[in-house]
């Protein structure tokens, strides 16, 4: 992890990071306001370094990941299931509150984001009972765990597997392993 840059939320989340990995330089957002400044280092960093994307797993996380992959930089992300980021006092979540094991499962199993895959729709979705089905949410849940991204319904699931370049050979088998 020498040459990457990890983008993260908050100096707490920094500090969380630089403990684990020393040597690993961070770019902090400072929260959802991230200014037009902050995006652009994050775009130039990612021309000329690896850069990863980890936010905190809640609804401002994902607005500042969105905002950041809308510069179409070169970006990989890296997701932390809500349940592992969880605060002692269970009232906060965040990178931060993650365990050293949780956090380095997380950076291990980032994804590149990729323009040039075939994009997956909701009848291939709908064919794997992934939506509209009984069990669908179910699976769902088993899919994203695997895949460690966050627990999503059919329509943010999809956005992630095509954000992501996730290949329905992948979900194949993995909810294969279910029948």
């Keep these: ?20 990995y020393p040597e690993v330089e961070c ?17 130039q ?10 936010m905190d797993p809640d609804f401002p996380g994902k607005q500042i990941t969105q905002k950041i992959l809308d510069t179409k930089g070169k970006y990989k992300i890296a997701f932390i299931n809500k349940q592992f980021a969880i605060s002692k006092n269970k009232k ?29 729709n909701f009848n291939d979705l709908s064919r794997r009972d992934l939506i509209n089905k009984t069990n669908a949410k179910r699976k769902r849940e088993i899919l994203c765990k695997s895949l460690n991204i966050p627990l999503s319904n059919g329509k943010a699931l999809l956005k992630y597997i095509n954000i992501l370049g996730i290949s329905l050979e992948r979900i194949d088998k993995i909810i294969g392993k279910l029948q």
């Design 1 to 20: 992890m020498y040459n990457q840059i990890i983008v993260v939320e908050g100096k707490h989340d920094e500090q969380k990071i630089n403990s684990i």
């Design 92 to 120: 906060k979540v965040g990178v931060e509150h993650a365990s050293e094991a949780d956090i380095k499962k997380s950076l291990a199993s980032y994804f590149t984001i990729s323009e040039n895959v075939e994009k997956i």
């Design 45 to 54: 960093t990612s021309l000329v370094r690896e850069v990863i994307i980890f």
């Design 27 to 43: 770019i902090v957002t400072n929260g959802s306001e991230i200014s037009k400044e902050t995006l652009n280092l994050i775009y």
